[in-house]
């Protein structure tokens, strides 16, 4: 996506309101040409999330689902060679030092927050400028104690520089789910409660209270919230940091009412006056469009893919060069959806989209020909997706 790729998040095994990438169907099992990375043994940890930065770097969280090792590599050469990164003392999953959060934002800096798994456990956050070789403790998630809940809630990290970011907690409630927004402005050393929506009536400029949402900034001011819920999901923008929220229109997508769910997948990517973003609709089938604006994300339309209803995963290289992936086939259009082009992958894929906040895509096109896709496994192509290398993660 031609935004600062190292902003996109690539996500695995969460748990209830995660991203879920399935195992590839059938192709998975076999053998992969991919370059190994390092001199490290396969070991008992499982990828937990993938955060690529450009085509050429990423970064891994990985984690033993019994609950011992844990940690987190970095590559610079897509793939090729790996370096085990994780912070001092995280190594293991010992009481208050479980990873339970990840951020990148290029191959240079991140941010890991750890702590206990109870109900309003400190959650610590450390952070690297160097890509890994030195981590420092700036601070702490906030935490956001709701009155309809009896539980306390963290947040997912979120950031757009080194200084600046957002930690979203989203206290769920039946149908429904409230939002607390904190913002920092010194790398997450100190936060501040700039948003809050709740069950009984919103401030004015503040986001619904219906419906599940997915906060995700692209500039210091800027971020978008897509909503899924079982009607036409709205789409609200904030140009403030998030203080305030402007509903944008939605066109309702073709074929009638939706009684079964829909939701926008991914932050709208938005240059000059054209963007774009994926849209998927549950039911049987799934479908999936992509919405389009040509006045700076003012109002919405879709854009539906040619060919039977089918649930796509969508994501924009640029508002008008996008790449939609189900199982093994890719649909390529360099021109907003004008034409299509089709590709065959050597790899059959089974992936779809939950909420996380924010929502991380689960494939991701760094340019036309370079793209990574995140499954149990992780795979890189470099001819535009005809063929999906896995790349061997260290600890995996």
């Known amino acids: 996506m031609a935004r600062p790729v190292a902003r996109r998040l690539l996500s695995l095994s969460l748990a209830s309101c995660a991203v879920l990438a399935a195992a590839p169907a059938g192709a998975l099992a076999a053998p992969s040409s991919a370059a190994p990375s390092s001199a490290v043994a396969a070991g008992s940890q499982s990828l937990r999330q993938v955060w690529p930065a450009g085509a050429n770097g ?12 844990q940690g987190v590599a970095r590559t610079v050469n897509g793939g090729k060679t790996w370096q085990r990164v994780t912070p001092p003392g995280l190594a293991e999953q010992t009481a208050g030092k479980v990873i339970t959060g990840f951020f990148a934002l290029g191959t240079r800096d991140a941010w890991v927050t750890y702590g206990g798994i109870d109900n309003a456990a400190t959650q610590h956050i450390t952070a690297t400028t160097d890509g890994g070789r030195h981590w420092t403790v700036v601070g702490q998630e906030p935490l956001t104690t709701v009155s309809y809940s009896s539980y306390t809630y963290d947040c997912g990290l979120d ?36 948003s809050t929506t709740g069950p009984n009536g919103n401030k004015t400029g503040s986001l619904p209270w219906a419906c599940d949402k997915d906060i995700q900034f692209s500039t210091t001011s800027t971020g978008w919230a897509g909503f899924a819920c079982p009607k036409v999901a709205p789409l609200y923008e904030t140009t403030n940091g998030g203080r305030t929220w402007i509903k944008r229109e939605v066109t309702a997508p073709p074929g009638g009412p939706i009684d079964s769910g829909s939701g926008f997948t991914g932050q709208p990517l938005v240059s000059g006056s ?16 992509v919405y389009v604006s040509t006045d700076s994300g ?99």
Not at 58 to 69: I, K, S
Not at 159 to 181: D, H, I, K, R, T
Request: charged share 20%; aromatic share 12%; net charge positive.
């Open 159 to 194: 950031f757009v520089s080194a200084s600046v970011g957002w930690c979203q907690a989203e206290p769920a409630f039946v149908g429904s789910e409230g939002v607390a927004l904190y913002r920092t402005t010194d790398g997450g050393r100190h936060w501040r409660r700039i």
């Open 274 to 289: 054209r963007g774009a973003v994926g849209y998927t609709i549950s039911g049987r089938p799934l479908k999936s469009l």
């Open 298 to 396: 003012t109002a919405w339309r879709p854009v539906t893919p040619p060919g039977q209803p089918e649930g796509w995963v969508a994501d924009a290289i640029s508002p008008a060069s996008w790449r939609l992936v189900d199982g093994d086939h890719i649909l390529a259009t360099n021109n907003a959806g004008k034409t299509w082009r089709a590709i065959t992958s050597n790899v059959t894929f089974d992936i779809y989209y939950a909420f996380d906040d924010p929502t991380p895509p689960v494939v991701d096109f760094a340019t036309s020909q370079v793209g990574w896709i995140a499954s149990t496994s992780l795979w890189r192509t470099t001819n535009g997706g005809k063929t999906w290398r896995r790349m061997a993660v260290p600890g995996t």
């Open 58 to 69: 990423a970064w891994a969280w990985t984690e033993d689902l019994n609950g011992r090792p």
